[in-house]
């Protein structure tokens, strides 16, 4: 057998045993039930295992199938997704549940390439489902992946390039193949997330050191290369928490971000400019940091009397039933009753 083929061999075998003896004991791994492995999997997504258990858990005890799921209400999952930012996720998992339930008697696809077709899942998701559910033999390959197989074999190449991914792509298949994918997928999930982590990686635990070119050559800190970031922009705000007559309180739906569309806030200063506003004072600001951008808000309260469509005015008790975006909640938790 070729030093390749035994290498590979190798890493299937100690990746798959070290996963049995060191895997966190997780809710979605008590089973291998589609539903839940795609809900935590869309969870999980660009946000840390600790921060979405307690949202599943409510997720899971709320809508235990695709069917509640699909005929639950979008401001009530809008709702339950608050806090969790990236808020698509939340409107596609209902859209996929509501075409599921339409479409297929609410049981979820049981292949890759059908997996696929379902709102907001991409290649990484539907192959981690198929995998992890069905054995099937399609890689899942996402950003702790791609760091992982770049310090096995040292890639020279930047990671987000074509080469680069191409080699990934390679490498993953021909583990796949010889792997039992179930485990093989959550197995390089959780070496990624657990010891082949972005900063300082737990090399000495690692059941991969003796395959682990970077180890070898103790140029872990090298891998995977990336391109240098590009700065993000900083978007800035005067926001207003308007109370009128009745002791009601102004929010909005109008989002500049798609992303958060479905969410109220409080209205800024340009949808407001036809406005009268009394006793305006400045109470604060806040600095938001999300992926992409960064807002800096500044907060005013005032009173104002004045109907347009585009304001709801609510109060307290719906202010706090409807979704809204965490960063204007947060102000107004921390803020207190508004004179
Ligand atoms: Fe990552 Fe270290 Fe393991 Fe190599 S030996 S895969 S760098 S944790």
């Not at 049981?110 to 890689?139: Q, R």
């Not at 808000?297 to 469509?309: L, M, N, P, S, V």
Request: hydrophobic share 40%; aromatic share 12%; charged share 25%.
């Amino acid at each position: 057998m070729s030093w390749y083929n035994v290498r590979m061999e190798k890493i299937v075998i100690q990746l798959e045993e070290w996963y049995l003896k060191n895997k966190r004991d997780l809710p979605f791994r008590k089973n291998r039930d589609p539903y839940s492995v795609w809900v935590s999997e869309i969870m999980a997504q660009q946000t840390r295992i600790e921060t979405m258990l307690p949202y599943f858990e409510r997720w899971m005890a709320k809508w235990p199938t695709i069917t509640d799921l699909a005929v639950a209400d979008i401001q009530e999952v809008l709702k339950m997704w608050e806090g969790l930012g990236y808020y698509n996720r939340a409107r596609n998992l209902h859209k996929a549940a509501i075409y599921l339930y339409e479409n297929n008697e609410g049981v979820f696809y049981d292949s890759y390439e059908k997996i696929l077709t379902l709102p907001g899942i991409g290649p990484y998701t539907a192959a981690a489902i198929a995998s992890i559910v069905y054995d099937e033999k399609v890689p899942a390959i996402d950003g702790n992946v791609c760091r992982v197989v770049a310090r096995l074999d040292a890639l020279a190449e930047e990671i987000s390039s074509s080469t680069a991914q191409r080699h990934i792509e390679t490498r993953m298949k021909s583990w796949i193949i010889e792997s039992t994918p179930h485990l093989f997928t959550q197995a390089m999930m959780e070496l990624g997330a657990l010891v082949c982590t972005p900063q300082s990686p737990d090399c000495a635990h690692c059941p991969l050191q003796d395959t682990c070119v970077a180890f070898r050559e103790r140029t872990m800190a090298d891998y995977p290369i990336k391109k240098t970031k590009a700065p993000v922009p900083i978007e800035s705000y005067d926001c207003f928490i308007l109370k009128n007559s009745e002791g009601k309180i102004a929010l909005t739906q109008q989002n500049d971000d798609n992303l958060m569309n479905g969410y109220y806030r409080f209205p800024i200063k340009n949808q407001l400019e036809r406005t009268m506003i009394s006793d305006i004072r400045k109470i604060g600001a806040q600095k938001h940091v999300f992926s992409h951008k960064v807002w800096m808000t500044e907060y005013y309260i005032g009173k104002a009397d004045f109907q347009d469509d585009s304001i709801l005015w609510v109060n307290e008790s719906e202010l706090n039933e409807l979704p809204m975006i965490s960063a204007h909640r947060k102000f107004y938790q921390k803020l207190g009753p508004i004179q």
